[in-house]
């Protein structure tokens, strides 16, 4: 499978708790982008690299959030202290800087209980 | 700054009938505009988006959408729905002219194709 792979798909916490999320986009895709989205809602931009350079941060992207992606590659996206409201559906996607289409991954459920 | 309304959150329709999802955005810029269709607890796959050229697009499994300049609406039509078409639908913008191509979308509209 080529597509974007995000790990794991589900993830239940407990408030407080870090947590860890991987996304390795497609081979060759040089943009990275995460999303969250809540139930119900639309996915929201919380943050953007071009190769290994985070170029855009949403202000939905609190001081508990950080984000890398070391040497271009995959990307991982790390909660601190999780709350609750940090319940979510975690989407990655990839694209070249060629592309208009972003690809998504299944994405990584959070549960913060 | 972009945003995008979907104005119907739960569309019902019987199958083999019509069916139509609303979509407006607002935009300084001019944009892209996609269509993503979501099933359950799965990412997003793209369903058409329009770029440049005919108004008018199309996807391969019966979808159209048409965008609208001066109504700045990009609604998704498909003439006959299938209990298989039951998922979300999300409208989405993208900026033209900035490097980011980040998505703004829509709240999303549930499709429930009834037998």
């Known amino acids: 499978d080529t597509g974007v792979s995000q790990d794991p798909r589900h993830k239940i916490t407990k408030r407080g708790q870090n947590v860890t999320f991987r996304c390795d986009p497609i081979s060759e895709h040089n943009r990275l982008y995460w999303y969250r989205q809540t139930l119900g809602q639309g996915p929201e931009f919380l943050t953007y690299f071009q190769n290994e350079a985070q170029l855009e941060k949403s202000r939905l992207l609190s001081d508990r959030f950080s984000a890398e992606r070391p040497k271009g590659s995959f990307s991982t996206l790390e909660i601190q202290r999780t709350e609750q409201g940090d319940s979510a559906m975690y989407l990655c996607a990839s694209s070249t800087t060629q592309n208009t289409e972003a690809f998504f991954g299944q994405g990584t459920r959070l549960t913060v209980v | 700054a972009q945003s995008v309304t979907q104005l119907d959150s739960q569309v019902p329709v019987f199958e083999e009938a019509p069916v139509e999802l609303r979509c407006n955005y607002s935009?300084?810029?001019?944009?892209?505009l996609f269509w993503y269709v979501q099933y359950p607890n799965q990412g997003l796959q793209l369903l058409l988006k329009?770029?440049?050229?005919?108004?008018l697009v199309e996807s391969i499994n019966g979808f159209e959408a048409e965008f609208n300049k001066s109504q700045t609406s990009f609604h998704l039509r498909k003439p006959s729905v299938h209990i298989s078409d039951t998922a979300e639908y999300f409208c989405a913008v993208s900026a033209m002219d900035t490097g980011r191509r980040a998505l703004t979308f829509g709240s999303g509209t549930r499709l429930q194709v009834q037998p």
């Open positions: 935009s300084s810029v001019s944009v892209y």
């Open positions: 329009y770029l440049s050229g005919s108004t």
